[in-house]
């Protein structure tokens, strides 16, 4: 995120921020480490969540957001963020990522206005699409046909996406496309 002076970040703009979506560059500010006031946490009854260990800090973001903080970023703020291939931001437990999706679910049940709510529902169907993912890997490798075919009956867009993903993974593994290198 390059810029020339002090950006406001609206709350649907950092929630669609961090939904990763194709052909859009990633541009997650649930990964900044912004400077905030104990005193506008405690005003405003927010709390970090300790037991998730997937977007814990998006989660507290996007509370404060949605209870009226106010999010600015600013240039050249001396912070970069690496996510290395064995690190916790890459590599996650199944569960992790129901409750990350839960937690997110949780933002709809404040005071939204439409466009607000359709953006957190963007992102928990995001979510949801991984967690379906990773769901269906785990119910194959225990060949739990049963498990695997619940995964196909959540709502729009899951199924599309398990699809596709499932389409890339035979593509991969018949050797007609090369699987992305990771840094």
Do not use: M
Not at 24 to 44: D, F, Q
Not at 112 to 138: M, T
Not at 164 to 170: A, G, I, N, P, V
């Amino acid at each position: 995120l390059a810029l020339s002076q002090p950006l406001h970040v609206s709350f649907r703009d950092f929630v669609y921020s961090n939904i990763t979506r194709k052909g859009v560059k990633r541009a997650e500010l649930g990964y900044l480490k912004p400077l905030i006031r104990r005193s506008a946490l405690e005003r405003l009854g927010v709390q970090y969540i300790e037991s998730l260990r997937l977007g814990e800090d998006y989660i507290l973001y996007a509370t404060l957001l949605a209870r009226g903080a106010v999010l600015k970023v600013i240039p050249e703020c001396g912070y970069v963020s690496v996510i290395q291939v064995r690190s916790l931001s890459s590599h996650h437990a199944t569960q992790d990522l129901l409750k990350f999706r839960d937690a997110s679910a949780q933002l709809l049940k404040e005071n939204l206005q439409k466009p607000e709510q359709a953006a957190v529902q963007a992102h928990v169907n995001s979510v949801d699409c991984r967690y379906q993912w990773r769901r269906l890997i785990d119910a194959v490798k225990q060949r739990d046909g049963k498990e695997a075919l619940q995964c196909f009956l959540r709502p729009w867009p899951v199924p599309a996406y398990l699809v596709e993903k499932l389409c890339h993974e035979f593509l991969i593994r018949t050797g007609l496309v090369r699987e992305p290198k990771r840094a």
